[in-house]
């Protein structure tokens, strides 16, 4: 591997995938901070990660070194208005070339490396087939919304805030794939012959027909939770499966039970569900649900307990209901609510 002055190719393949430790991730921050031209250097190499993990799986037979003998030429050509040396071209692994170009070069590159050994189409939102059939895929994003879509096979998809969700326009194939990044509640439509898969962050979670959410923002755990059927979640090797009220977690190339928690999917259920629950948590599980900004005045109250169920209720009267129950009062500052009191008897 190459080393980028004080940090290595290694460690920002690990930060990449985010099997880096604590202490590599403070080093990867640290080296963020010293530059600007730092910041533009990893989201290049994230750029090239991105699409050669989505790249990889595609079982394409292709001639890497003819396809990266011809970039490094462009290579050179360009690089000779910047007085660029010459690279030596080898029938070798292009791992084993030695960083001599600018960054947004390399990454140029390597991109255009990509495009030649699988088709232009795939970065235009395309996939092919095995025997190299088209497949037109869409897109659905939020930011600062939700949004339900019906997929083709009439599958139901909830998508939370900050969310991608890649499909194809139509299922041709013996499974049903799509690709999601941040968080969403799915209601599978049945169909025995063609598992429903879904690609978060190198899990894998696929079933036949049932509903589930599954939450896969970036440098977070991915976390599946269970609301009717049955569902296998798979990271490489390790799986588990999990039926109605049950939950796992995959943390680096683990995959466990942990404690389940309903209250995660009220983004797209509006129920919610508490029992004993300490206030904190339940601030925690209404800020989430209702996307608004809920604080506590200060941690006295937030060991208060309470047990309620909430069903599609305004977000104005479960505050009050919390208040009302709890002895405390309600505070609008702008758009943040804030919760007042002096403690719990």
């Known amino acids: 591997m190459n080393n980028h002055e004080n940090i290595s190719e290694e460690l920002l393949a690990r930060y990449l995938a985010e099997t880096a430790s604590e202490s590599e991730i403070l080093q990867i921050k640290n080296w963020l901070a010293q530059s600007p031209a730092n910041e533009q250097e990893l989201a290049a190499y994230k750029t090239i990660w991105e699409y050669s993990r989505s790249l990889h799986k595609k079982k394409i037979s292709v001639n890497t070194d003819a ?100 499909y194809p326009e139509s299922f041709d194939g013996q499974v049903r794939s799509v690709y999601l990044k941040g968080e969403a509640f799915f209601e599978v439509k049945p169909d025995a012959a063609r598992p429903f898969i879904i690609e978060a962050n190198g899990t894998e979670v696929k079933v036949l027909g049932t509903s589930f959410n599954v939450k896969a923002y970036a440098r977070e755990p991915v976390r599946v939770d269970v609301a009717t059927g049955k569902v296998l979640v798979r990271k490489e090797k390790k799986e588990i499966y999990l039926i109605k009220g049950e939950s796992a977690e995959v943390v680096a ?56 169920r909430f069903e599609k209720e305004p977000v104005d009267a479960t505050l009050s209901v919390i208040a009302e129950t709890l002895d405390l009062k309600i505070r609008r500052e702008g758009k943040t609510y804030w919760l007042d009191g002096s403690g719990c008897q």
């Not at 919610?272 to 948590?281: K, S």
């Open 67 to 166: 396809a990266w003998n011809k970039v490094k030429l462009k290579m050179y050509k360009t690089s000779l208005k910047a007085d660029v040396k010459k690279p030596e071209i080898l029938n070798s692994n292009p791992g084993t070339i030695q960083r001599k170009f600018p960054v947004a070069l390399l990454a140029a590159a390597v991109v255009a490396l990509l495009i030649m050994a699988y088709g232009f189409h795939l970065f235009k939102g395309g996939a092919f087939t095995p025997n190299n059939r088209e497949i037109a895929t869409a897109e659905v994003t939020t930011t600062s919304n939700t949004i339900e879509k019906v997929l083709p096979d009439g599958t139901k998809v909830f998508l939370n805030y900050n969310s991608t969700l890649t």
């Open 253 to 308: 190339d683990t995959v466990r039970s942990i404690m389940p928690d309903m209250n995660l999917m009220g983004y797209k259920t509006q129920i919610f569900d508490f029992n004993a629950t300490d206030l904190e948590d339940v601030v925690t599980s209404i800020r989430n649900g209702y996307h608004i900004d809920l604080r506590l005045s200060n941690a006295k109250i937030s060991q208060c307990r309470l047990t309620i």
